[in-house]
């Protein structure tokens, strides 16, 4: 089992800054890959980025250039830096952790919202 917990949702106005954090705790010793994803009212859970253990990254391509996702795998903690946030990012992000589709973990989820 792995357990994680988002951090760093707020509010924020458009062309605002957020980071996210992601704690992960439990089973963290293979090796795995992580994601953001996020769900707006209405809308179904969405990808947002993607790192693997040795780093390699993937975006959305709407959030491409504005997003950086990184993680300290000695700490296993993941961050998003959201930059240049925009309203349609108004979201509830969730952290994931992945071994298999059938072997992932998601957190509780964390709320952001950008304002006009």
């Known amino acids: ?50 790192i693997s253990w040795s780093g390699s990254t993937y975006y959305e391509y709407s959030v491409e250039g504005r997003f950086t996702i990184s993680r300290d795998n000695a700490k296993n903690t993941m961050y998003l830096q959201m930059n240049s946030l925009k309203p349609e990012d108004t979201a509830v992000y969730y952290c994931n952790a992945y071994y298999t589709l059938s072997d992932q973990y998601w957190g509780q989820g964390t709320q952001v919202t950008v304002s006009s």
């Not at 705790?25 to 994803?37: H, I, N, P, Q, V």
């Open 1 to 50: 089992q792995v357990q994680l917990v988002e951090s760093g949702g707020g509010l924020v106005q458009a062309g605002g800054s957020l980071r996210l954090s992601c704690a992960a705790s439990g089973r963290t010793s293979s090796d795995y890959a992580m994601g953001w994803f996020r769900q707006a009212p209405g809308q179904e859970r969405e990808f947002v980025a993607a």
